[in-house]
């Protein structure tokens, strides 16, 4: 035997006794070891419930079952006392959970306990037995969302007339299906996720279209209201727009007479209707049209417009349920919408505006290479003259005015100029739109010019000035007079130099240049110029 063979047989020999010697203590290591089958079943770590958590959304009542990990439930409703029960099961309890801040609507408590060493059991405590929905949680942390159903608050009639307007009030939002079926009329409103809280229940009808309104849990889920109705009638079902946990049932109103009746100055429209008229006015100043919409109305069959009415006015029908209104208000003539107090009956009145006829020249002062004065920041005096100039005319035209710029652009004009243009167009008055100036920066406030010798003028800025003021509350300087002004002196009709305030006043400055303060200050020198031509000569 060779020396290899040897050495190799030694080494078999002492591996086999090692192995020998070993394999009786892992053997007993392995007896003494705890069979992994006999250990109690665990859910994978992080199963539990941690957290509750409430939501009230106009009524709508949710909460959310805030679980980490995998779960398993079931629930059910029971009675005396009544609760709802919903057993989590594969999850432990967070011992930091809390109960408090729960309550609301039906619940009127909520109690979380461990049911079995394998199941969370979450109580809710309530008042009486509502409908829900149970539905799982997406996203992290995931659980389960509890929706309670809606319930009926109250259902009847919001108008005791011929035209029923039906509502039905929910403790919160609610989405609706509407049915009709004939041979015996009936409309079919079927509410989801409501629930009726007390017994079915009939409510009489009004003894013109509906006889009664029936109203049933049909399922867990719906509450079905069936409406008896003694002949069909288009209707609308609609959320009401102030209150969305309010459903209105309202019959289509027919428009059944419309009217021309013209007067003095302008005339009234007069529209007649079986039901309300919920009316949406719309003007377009640039094009003077007047659009009025009627929704939920239709033309009556027998309704028809005299040639006469009809050259004032169109109606047209339009989907959905729609009627429109069309006329064109003339030019310097106003209009007013009312209703009557059922509003069955719109009236819309045409009539001349507070400044019809009237005509009105206004006059930008300066212009071209006579700047004006110039404030320490640079504003030129001619600039803000035209700027509040052409705002005025445009609010003076809405009135009914005709308005004449004596200049419309950068342009210079000699002041006789400006007081030829005004005596050529006979106009009622001439207002000359300026800014002041003073070396002392600190002297602010109005100031109105007139001619000593002409009182008609004098009363101009009287009325101005006290419209003007009271709406700008701006420091007032006085009326003052002088013959050296030539406009004031040489137009032919009432006539007044408005100094607006002092641009070399810093605050002054800002105040005139800002768009609120000159939409005040123009609505003053209208409102103050209605005031002077509806005034009695000698008040």
């Not at 309202?250 to 100055?265: R, V, Y």
């Not at 700008?472 to 607006?500: C, W, Y």
């Not at 070399?504 to 000159?518: A, G, V």
Request: aromatic share 8%.
């Amino acid at each position: 035997m060779g020396k290899s063979s040897y050495q190799m047989k030694t080494v078999l020999c002492i591996a086999f006794v090692l192995l020998c010697f070993l394999f009786p203590l892992t053997g007993a290591k392995l007896l003494f070891r705890p069979a992994a089958a006999a250990a109690p079943e665990k859910e994978p770590a992080g199963s539990a419930l941690f957290g509750l958590t409430r939501t009230n959304d106009q009524g709508k009542l949710s909460y959310d079952l805030l679980i980490g990990g995998d779960f398993t439930y079931h629930s059910f409703l029971l009675a005396e006392p009544e609760r709802l029960v919903i057993d989590v099961s594969g999850v432990e309890l967070d011992p930091a959970l809390s109960t408090a801040g729960l309550v609301d609507g039906p619940v009127k408590g909520v109690r979380v306990s461990r049911f079995d060493h394998n199941t969370v059991r979450v109580v809710f405590d309530l008042d009486y037995l509502v409908g829900y929905k149970l539905t799982r949680r997406t996203g992290t942390p995931g659980g389960l969302r509890l929706d309670f159903n809606v319930v009926l608050k109250d259902i009847g009639f919001q108008l005791a007339g011929a035209v029923p307007e039906i509502y039905v009030e929910t403790s919160g939002p609610v989405q609706y299906k509407v049915d009709f079926l004939l041979n015996p009329h009936r409309l079919i409103i079927d509410l989801w996720d409501a629930t009726l809280t007390g017994p079915a229940l009939t409510v009489p009808g009004n003894d013109t279209w509906v006889q009664s309104i029936r109203v049933s849990q049909f399922d867990p889920q719906t509450i079905r209201l069936v409406l008896d109705i003694k002949q069909p009638r288009n209707c609308i079902v609609g959320l009401d727009e102030t209150n969305p946990a309010r459903l209105l049932i309202k019959t289509i109103t027919e428009l059944q007479e419309a009217m021309w009746l013209p007067d003095d100055g302008g005339g009234r429209l007069v529209l007649k209707s079986s039901g309300r008229l919920p009316g949406e006015p719309r003007y377009d100043p640039q094009t003077g049209q007047l659009q009025i919409r009627l929704p939920q109305t239709k033309l009556g069959e027998d309704l028809q417009l005299t040639p006469e009415a009809a050259a004032v006015f169109k109606l047209r029908e339009t989907e959905p349920s729609t009627v429109e209104v069309e006329m064109t208000i003339p030019r310097g003539h106003d209009y007013s919408v009312s209703w009557s107090q059922d509003r069955r009956v719109m009236t819309v009145e045409v009539k001349n505006a507070p400044l019809s006829g009237k005509v009105i020249i206004l006059d930008p002062g300066h212009g071209g290479a006579d700047a004006g004065a110039i404030s320490p920041n640079g504003l030129r005096e001619k600039e803000l003259n035209l700027a509040v100039a052409v705002r005025l005319k445009q609010k003076l035209e809405e009135l009914g005015a005709e308005v004449l710029l004596t200049r419309e652009d950068d342009r210079y004009l000699w002041l006789y100029d400006r007081v030829a243009i005004a005596n050529r167009t006979s106009g009622a008055v001439l207002i000359s739109i300026h800014a002041n100036n003073h070396d002392n920066r600190k002297i602010h406030g109005l100031e109105i010019w007139h001619h000593p010798d002409r009182s008609e003028s004098a009363i101009l800025a009287e009325a101005l000035a006290t419209a003007v003021l009271a709406r700008t509350n701006q420091h007032f300087r006085g009326i003052l007079a002088s013959k050296d002004f030539v406009l004031p002196r040489e137009a032919q009709m009432p006539a007044i130099i408005f100094e607006m305030g002092f641009i070399s006043n810093q605050e002054e400055e800002k105040l005139l240049l800002s768009k609120e303060f000159q939409e005040k200050m123009t609505e003053g020198i209208c409102q103050g110029l209605i005031a002077y031509f509806h005034t009695p000569a000698g008040q």
